[in-house]
């Protein structure tokens, strides 16, 4: 990745419970920025459109609330990660 990228991750603290995140990373490979940390284990799902105006988007599918999670990437606000919260239908 020239520009660098995100990474989502699900760490493990005693086998039963997790926790789900969000980082920056840039184009050396190191941790820029956390974005979010959820205190339970999100599904993760990936996905892009050419209908959207956005490069990318990141989707998490929430089992706890029924909601799906969406941090979008805007191009043309200088890469700044959006949030924004769909209810699932």
Request: charged share 30%; proline share 1%; net charge negative.
């Given at each position: ?37 959820f ?32 941090f ?18």
């Open positions: 990745m020239d520009d660098g990228g995100y990474l989502c991750n699900n760490e493990f603290d005693d086998g039963k419970s997790s926790r789900t995140g969000i980082w920056k990373i840039n184009s050396q490979g190191k941790f820029e920025k956390e974005y979010l940390k205190d339970k284990h999100l599904e993760m799902l990936f996905f892009w459109s050419p209908m959207y105006k956005f490069e990318s988007e990141i989707r998490f599918l929430s089992h706890l609330d029924n909601s799906i999670y969406s979008k990437v805007n191009i043309l606000e200088d890469d700044i990660l959006k949030k924004n919260i769909f209810l699932r239908l």
